[in-house]
């Protein structure tokens, strides 16, 4: 009994892993096969200026229009994004030093306080 129970936890994450491997590449293959430019590929004649017909036209320019100017958009998000951590590293680094600076004022008060503290008590005083 449990050797049929470690086949079938075998079995089933080896599926599910031939899973995700058999939909990554159709999302391939349907990737590939819609960077086509063929508007009507059942080879029949259409007419030109129906309205359909130019309404399919401009969806796939527009559509063109968007993936060649989705890189420029990804490297301006890139862009924008890396002054945006720029600039937090930066107001970090800063409050790191602030804090740096109040832990010393901090114990150089801590310091001075002691050491009244010490000398009260030489000297009997409160």
């Excluded at 059942?42 to 993936?67: G, H, W």
């Excluded at 680094?93 to 740096?100: M, P, T, Y």
């Excluded at 009244?116 to 000297?123: L, N, T, V």
Aim: charged share 30%; aromatic share 6%; proline share 2%.
């Amino acid at each position: 009994l449990l050797n049929v129970h470690t086949k079938m936890v075998l079995q089933n994450s080896y599926c599910h892993q031939l899973k995700a491997q058999l939909g990554a590449e159709e999302k391939k293959r349907k990737t590939v096969k819609s960077k086509k430019t063929h508007l009507h590929s059942d080879n029949m004649p259409c007419i030109l200026t129906d309205d359909a017909f130019y309404q399919s036209v401009v969806a796939v320019e527009l559509a063109t229009k968007r993936e060649e100017n989705q890189p420029l958009q990804q490297m301006a998000a890139c862009e924008a994004y890396n002054c945006a951590v720029e600039e937090w590293q930066h107001n970090d680094d800063a409050r790191k030093q602030r804090n740096i600076a109040l832990q010393q004022w901090y114990a150089d008060l801590k310091k001075e306080w002691e050491d009244e503290r010490d000398c009260a008590k030489r000297a009997k005083t409160k």
